[in-house]
């Protein structure tokens, strides 16, 4: 059978059965990997449209009205299906809809093999961003010309089945062999295609010269472990460099088309330059617009060059990181005269662990459908990665802890006895972090090699930390423990959620003797011991927070500092107690278990995979363990100079709390095991200064005993022309009017001025719950011509909040204190940042609270030391996602009238560029926001 009917239906909704029906239906008919027919047609649904689906759709009362009806169109569809696979974009839906219209019509059912395109895509194309049929279709070059059409998206869903059988026949026999064992539990009826495309390849065998076949799984061979490259004697230094390339205006523009010469990027590459000749510390505050990552790129590649030892780069995100390799170090690579070395290095967590995969491809104990589907996923992937990092990978959703299961972590892949252990992804990425000049890294791992037993990046003496002022926040919860509920639940509902002895793959079972079996039933009732034991804490914690006086902190959560003179704290430590009680004696019988397990497993008598048996095991005792030393330093011993606290999801269950720990000052841990032993630090970021001065910085990171040289590079963008930067004079003051009244006012400004701006607006809160009573104002005052996204409404995804902004074109998103920064909307798509409050910490955030604390009794001040310094740099970043490119041009709008009528407001409006603040009314304001973006409308209105 080689015959598929690819078809799409709109319809005036999403269900049958409360009077929805097919407004259009088309297909196109595939054989041979090309489209030979296409079928469309409106039909009457003898029904009204809905105004909503005629928006989305097109598709108007006019167009169906002498259309014929579905059961005049069933015929044909039938003959081109007979014989035929039924294909659509989220298949489900689509024959769900045609069946039951086909028997409402007098026909049966379709019954014949059906593919889904979303399914088959997941598969072939592991990385994609995004299984939408309309990014697909961009991403193959497509014409889809009107999305939500069912012709365009027939043909498109039609084009994008060729590209997926394409791929399918170019993968390795391996790969499709694999596929073909898990293609039952697919939803998709693959298997006949599958087994044709393997009779095919078995019949004409390939050469397949980049795959790497071992133990059935096929993997690509990674051509950068071959060779080392020569060493050049001729390595300029820094200032020969510069006149060679940056100074040489025609000669840049021959190697980097469009290039523009930058004062403040030359100025900072010869500072860091002379830190590292002088083996010191350096601060580097640089604008926006700098060219700031480029301008410590070209001094650590020639430093690393010409000592022969490696420069660490580490940034505070996975996405700068990625920036860096992918964009970054290829434009370093185009300027310098010779070749530079450079590894990406993550934590363990991130590689796939290719001993684990294997395991559960051959034994899986939670066989789920999004399972299967994410070892398919991952068989494709394996074909084209050459590192292995879980980034690149775009998995079922839901599967975050499958992943966990089949991560590299310390005790998988660690030693030469493994199989895969030539071929491991973490120690590839290790051998060539070891082998580069420069390493890209996060802060994350750069603090976790701080307190891990034995070194996570290889030795190095010079480091630039880029987004410096995250550094801080990161040691905290590096330094800092995490416990919860469902973690360890789910761990123990693994080892007595199925029959006896059911944890020990079954060939294992029957090789055990009786004894050591009663050990394992044993183990299995003592873990339903401590189970009702952990629940019965949880369930003491949710007292605790609930009848003690506790706030909602930014994400929505209840937050409670633990004080354990707290007379309700005793129970809590009492039942804490007895789940050590019962948990000790567990952790030593699956230690001893393991160990005799093992003992037969390596025996000669044995047959079976000698490394891979008790993997699955294994990886739950090692968890385990962590989680009960995260339970003994959170709750059973806890130190003097930590906070520790608890936050419960206010929508879950009773248990759905997790308890956090982490030092109140890291400043001395980072100077004494950090700073001492480097030889060279850069620390550079767009917001390191308040009112002009590094000191805060300097203070927070321990950095006061150090000589440190520090340096400001001004943006060279036009501020002044760029950005407006407004507070609306007839706002109240939130300690006046009340908080309700404060919101009622916000939310009428915030309406006001998206009308004017046409949406394209940040708002950001300091507050979840303000944001969410602003979200309910808003809500009832727009019309469908906009569209409002709230952070923790919708979802609490910073990028899924982010793409959906940038979808629509009158767009207004809400956020909280993690979208002050860390947020890149590009651009046209953001012209108009609203800042609901200034961005002060919430006063019950218990890091907060505990750090006040302490600098109250060191006689300081804690609003002048922490507070008005934290929320001063947090400004910036939040003024700084508006202006990214000497393009753009928008608005800052502080509703806080406190920026105006405080002393301490002139801290905010003096860390900025020389930017006027206007002080108006808001209907003046409005006119002036009108004036402001009249250029760009006419810009539109020329295209």
Known sequence: MNRFVVLDVET?????????????????????????????????????????????????????????????????????????????????????????????????????????????????????????????AESFEMDHLEPHKADSDAEATALLLIEIFKKFTSLPLLTLQQIEKLSTKLNSDLGSVLMSWIEKKLSKPEQESEIDAFHGIALKQDPSLNGMEEK????????????????????????????????????????????????SIGLVEAGTGTGKTLAYLIPAALYALKNEEPVVISTETIQLQEQ??????????????????????????????????????????????????SKAQILVWLTSTVTGDVEELSLAAGNTRFWHEIASDASS?????????????????????????IIVTNHSLLCADLVAEHQLIPGYSTLIVDEAHHLEDTATRQFGNKLDYLTMTQLLNDMVGREKGGWIPSHLWDHIDQELKNEAIELEEQIKVFRQEWNDLFLLLNQYITNL????????????????????????????????????????????????????????????????????????????????????????????????????????????????????????????????????????????TVNDKFNYMIRRLGLEDFPVETKQVDSPFSWDSQVSFMVPEDMPLIQEAGEEAYIEAAAMQIYRIAHVTKGKMLVLFTSYDMLRRTYNILKTMFDDSFMLIAQ????????????????????????????????????????????????????????????????????????????????????????????????????????????????????????????????????????RIEQWFEPLLENDRKE
């Not at 520790?644 to 095991?673: H, V």
Request: glycine share 4%; charged share 25%.
């Open 12 to 136: 005036t909704g999403v269900a049958f059965s409360r009077g929805d029906r097919i407004i259009q239906l088309a297909y196109s008919v595939v054989e041979h990997e090309r489209i030979v027919r296409r079928y469309s047609s409106y039909i009457n649904p003898e029904r009204s449209i809905p105004t909503f689906i005629q928006s989305l759709t097109n598709i108007g009362e006019k167009d169906v009205n002498d259309a014929p009806s579905f059961g005049e169109v069933a015929p044909e569809l039938l003959k081109d299906l007979d014989g035929a696979y039924f294909v659509a974009h989220n298949a489900e839906f689509d024959l769900g809809f045609v069946n039951e219209e086909l028997e409402n019509a007098g026909y049966p059912p379709f019954n014949g093999p059906m593919i889904d395109t979303v399914e088959l895509a997941r598969i072939v194309f592991p990385t994609q961003d995004s299984f939408r049929l309309s990014q697909l």
């Open 232 to 279: 050049s004697e001729d390595i300029p230094n820094v200032n020969e460099f510069l006149e060679q390339t940056l100074n040489n205006h025609e000669k840049m523009k021959t190697l980097i088309p469009g290039y523009e010469r930058r004062s403040g990027q030359i100025e900072m590459i010869e500072f860091i330059d002379q830190m590292f000749q002088a083996n």
């Open 324 to 373: 860096i390799v992918k964009k970054e170090l290829p434009v370093l690579q185009q300027i310098l005269p010779i070749p530079i070395r450079s590894a990406l290095l993550k934590g363990r967590s991130h590689y796939l662990c290719l001993q684990k995969f294997e395991n559960l491809l051959h034994s899986d104990p939670a066989d789920t459908y999004d399972r299967t589907l």
């Open 413 to 437: 892949c660690s030693t030469p006895n493994c199989p895969w252990f030539s071929r491991c992804f973490y120690q590839r990425a290790r051998k060539k972090s070891k082998r580069a000049d």
């Open 549 to 688: 006086q506790s706030r909602k902190n930014e994400t929505g959560r209840l937050s409670k500092i633990i004080k354990t003179t707290d007379e309700l704290w005793s129970k809590v430590s009492e039942a804490a107690v007895r789940c050590d009680f019962v948990v000790k004696p567990i952790l030593k019988m699956m230690n001893r278990l393991t160990d005799s397990l093992e003992d037969i497993v390596s025996g000669e008598s044995f047959l079976g995979n000698n490394y891979g048996e008790l993997d699955w095991l294994q990886t739950i005792q090692t968890q385990l363990e962590q989680q009960y030393a995260n339970f003994h330093t959170l709750i059973l011993h806890q130190e003097e100079d930590s906070v520790y606290w608890l936050e419960l999801e206010t929508r879950g269950p009773k248990q759905s709390i997790s308890i956090q720990g982490c030092p109140i000052d890291i400043s001395e841990k980072l100077a004494d095991k950090f700073f001492t032993k480097k030889s060279r630090v850069i620390l550079t970021s767009a917001t390191l």
């Open 792 to 927: 923790g409404v919708q979802t609490k995804s910073r990028s899924k909040l982010t793409k959906n902004f940038q979808q629509f074109d009158q767009a207004i998103l809400l956020g909280t204190s993690s979208f002050w920064e860390g947020v890149d909307i590009p651009g046209s798509d953001l012209s108009a940042i609203v800042m609901a409050r200034l961005p002060f910490s919430p006063p019950n955030d218990p890091v907060f609270k505990a750090r006040s604390e302490q600098l109250k009794q060191e006689g300081e001040s804690p609003f002048m030391k922490l507070a008005l310094p934290q929320a001063v740099l947090r400004f910036k970043q939040g003024f700084g996602r508006l202006i990214r490119r000497s393009t753009d041009r928008g608005i800052v709008v502080v509703l806080d009238r406190r920026i105006v009528n405080t002393r301490y407001g002139k801290s905010f409006t003096k860390s900025l560029p020389d930017i006027p603040l206007i002080e108006e009314s808001m209907s003046e304001m409005e006119i």
